[in-house]
T-cell receptor, first 115, second 113 residues
């Protein structure tokens, strides 16, 4: 298995809803990432988990709450989002935390629309 | 602060043409450089990773070069095909071997049949 699987592919939610994005990989990678990508812009790093521990939070608002229950699974819990949070959310993984030394494998993304 | 620039922003070529995409970065003390491909509305696919000690990496019709001293990398695509149409992004670590990557804005490539 050489894939990062993200669900759902599309999500529409209201500003008062609570929803979650899910990411799964079975490549034995120990670092997992959440990126946010707005239209026609490059991806922006949000969070990095290394060995199931949060190692980087790029000053992301608390309405985004990451969780790494085990080495294969990464969640992003969403609550009280704003319309400007609408974007493509990308999950990625790599062998270890030093992503600069390892190839990043990205999922297909979850397209989020906040009404 | 590391900044990555990609030129041109968009490129349209006829099928079969060889082409070069450019990437430049401001801080030459990079650990490595990666080239990615992104199809519309999809995730990124890693194409090539060049370590700082390397000058070139090849994969099929793709060849990436790295010149650290001048802060430049090029992605050469030989005999382009319509299936190569996508946005190509380059990325470098913000510092050292950091897991934080800085991406360029990408070059949108269209290969016309």
């Amino acid at each position: 298995d050489t894939e990062v699987t993200q669900t759902p592919k599309h999500l529409v939610m209201g500003m008062t809803n609570k929803k979650s994005l899910k990411c799964e990989q079975h490549m034995g990678h120990r670092a997992m990432y959440w990126y946010k990508q707005k239209a026609k812009k490059p991806p922006e790093l949000m969070f990095v988990y290394s060995y199931e521990k949060l190692s980087i939070n790029e000053s992301v608002p608390s309405r985004f709450s990451p969780e790494c229950p085990n080495s294969s699974l990464l969640n992003l819990h969403l609550h009280a989002l704003q319309p400007e949070d609408s974007a493509l959310y990308l999950c990625a993984s790599s062998l270890s935390r030093t992503a600069g030394a390892n190839v990043l494998t990205f999922g297909a993304g979850s397209r989020l629309t906040v009404l | 602060k590391q900044e990555v620039t990609q030129i041109p922003a968009a490129l349209s070529v006829p099928e079969g043409e060889n082409l070069v995409l450019n990437c430049s970065f401001t801080d030459s003390a990079i650990y490595n450089l990666q080239w990615f491909r992104q199809d519309p509305g999809k995730g990124l696919t890693s194409l090539l990773l060049i370590q700082s000690s390397q000058r070139e990496q090849t994969s099929g019709r793709l060849n990436a070069s790295l010149d650290k001293s001048s802060g430049r990398s090029t992605l050469y695509i030989a005999a382009s095909q319509p299936g190569d149409s996508a946005t190509y992004l380059c990325a470098v670590p913000t510092q050292g071997g950091s897991e934080k990557l800085v991406f360029g804005k990408g070059t949108k490539l269209t290969v016309n049949p």
